[in-house]
Nanobody, 125 residues
Framework: QVQLVESGGGLVQAGGSLRLSCAAS????????MGWFRQAPGKERVFVAA????????YYADFVKGRFTISRDNAKNTVYLQMNSLKPEDTAVYYC??????????????????WGQGTQVTVSS
């Protein structure tokens, strides 16, 4: 079983950047497909990005394409989400998640097996 801890959230002005980190313990991250999700107040948790465990192919929600980049450093057992050109509508709690299955990364919450506690990202206008 893997434990996930997110960090790097905070308050940023529109147009700014943040880099979120998701550090794993208990098992190596290379055993999982990794995803980032976000949940705004009063809304459902939605898919943001994912990176495949083998090959490193990446997948993004349309609303972050060209602005966000997911990456992984297996040596540091950490996954990152670089967020550029942030908008007020990006304000949410961001969660990282791990999926034990193989194949194309899922875009739904119930396809992931382990979750971090989340980190708040607030973008001011």
């Amino acid at each position: 079983q893997v434990q996930l801890v997110e960090s790097g959230g905070g308050l940023v002005q529109a147009g700014g950047s943040l880099r979120l980190s998701c550090a794993a313990s208990g098992r190596t991250l290379s055993s999982y497909t990794m995803g980032w999700f976000r949940q705004a107040p009063g809304k459902e948790r939605v898919f943001v990005a994912a990176i495949r465990r083998i090959g490193g192919s990446t997948y993004y929600a349309d609303f972050v394409k060209g602005r966000f980049t997911i990456s992984r450093d297996n040596a540091k057992n950490t996954v990152y989400l670089q967020m550029n050109s942030l908008k007020p509508e990006d304000t949410a709690v961001y969660y990282c998640a791990a999926d034990e299955s193989y194949g194309t990364p899922g875009r739904f919450v119930n396809q992931y097996d382990y979750w971090g506690q989340g980190t708040q990202v607030t973008v001011s206008s």
